[in-house]
C-alpha cells in the first residue's frame, strides 16, 4: 500500500506571497496518475492538477506541479485570497488509490 | 455541463445499510471511470472504492472491502454505493466523482452511523 505524506501540515501566509506544498510518496510512482484538489470549506473537493503538472480545465496558471518518482511538489505562485484552503495529494495509479493527509494554507 | 448528484444518505444504526446513488448528467456516463470518495467530519479525503468504464472492473479501499460494492447502471448514467454492515467509523459525507484523475464532484451526500 502506498502511503502519501504532505509536508508542512499547516502554511501560514500573507497574500501575494509564494506557497509550496510537498507531497512525498511510500514507493516510487507514476506521474501520469498523480493530482492535487483543492478543497474550501464547506465545498467538494476541486482538481488542480492531473498527471503532476497539467492543470485542469479553469485553473489559473499561478498554480503549476512538478515531480516524479516519490516526491511531488506544488507551487502557487502568489497567493490570491481565494487560494487560501486545503490541499490534498493523490495517487491512483495503484489500488488502493490514496490521498495525502492534507495542507492548509491559510491567512498568516 | 458536467453534473453530478448524490443521494442516498441519512441517519442509520450500526450494523444496518444503506444504498448510495451518484445521478450523472453532461457527459457520455458510460465511457468513464467512476469513484466514491469519502470525509468524515473535520478529517480529510479518503478514497473507498472505483469502477472501471471500460470493463467494469472494481477496486476498494481496505477499510470497506467485502462491506461496501460499487456498481454503476450505464442506460440510467447511475453510479451506486451499496454499504452493508456500517460501522460508526463509515459515518462521512461521500462524495461520487467522475474519472480516475476525479475531473468532477458531486456535492455530497451525508452518511451519520449512530445508534
Known amino acids: 500500500e502506498i502511503v502519501l505524506t504532505q509536508s508542512p501540515g499547516t502554511l501560514s501566509l500573507s497574500p501575494g506571497e509564494r506557497a509550496t506544498l510537498s507531497c512525498r510518496a511510500s514507493?516510487?510512482?507514476?506521474?501520469?496518475?498523480f493530482a492535487w484538489y483543492q478543497q474550501k470549506p464547506g465545498q467538494a473537493p476541486r482538481l488542480l492538477l492531473d498527471g503532476a503538472s497539467s492543470r485542469a480545465t479553469g485553473i489559473p496558471d499561478r498554480f503549476s506541479g512538478s515531480g516524479s518518482g516519490t516526491d511531488f511538489t506544488l507551487t502557487i505562485s502568489r497567493l490570491e485570497p481565494e487560494d487560501f484552503a486545503v490541499y490534498y495529494c493523490q495517487q491512483y495509479g495503484r489500488s488502493p488509490r490514496a490521498f495525502g493527509q492534507g495542507t492548509k494554507v491559510e491567512i498568516k | 455541463e458536467v453534473h453530478l448528484l448524490e443521494s442516498g444518505g441519512g441517519l442509520v444504526q450500526p450494523g444496518g445499510s444503506l444504498r448510495l446513488s451518484c445521478a450523472a448528467s453532461g457527459f457520455t456516463f458510460g465511457s468513464y471511470a467512476m469513484s466514491w470518495v469519502r470525509q468524515a467530519p473535520g478529517k480529510g479525503l479518503e478514497w473507498v472504492s472505483a469502477i472501471s468504464g471500460v470493463d467494469g472492473s472494481t477496486y476498494d479501499a481496505d477499510s470497506v472491502r467485502g462491506r461496501f460494492t460499487i456498481s454503476r447502471d450505464d442506460s440510467k448514467n447511475t453510479l451506486y454505493l451499496q454499504m452493508n454492515s456500517l460501522r460508526a467509523e463509515d459515518t462521512a459525507v461521500y462524495y461520487c466523482a467522475r474519472a480516475d484523475g476525479l475531473d468532477y464532484w458531486g456535492q455530497g451526500t451525508l452518511v451519520t452511523v449512530s445508534s
Open positions: 514507493q516510487t510512482i507514476s506521474s501520469t496518475y
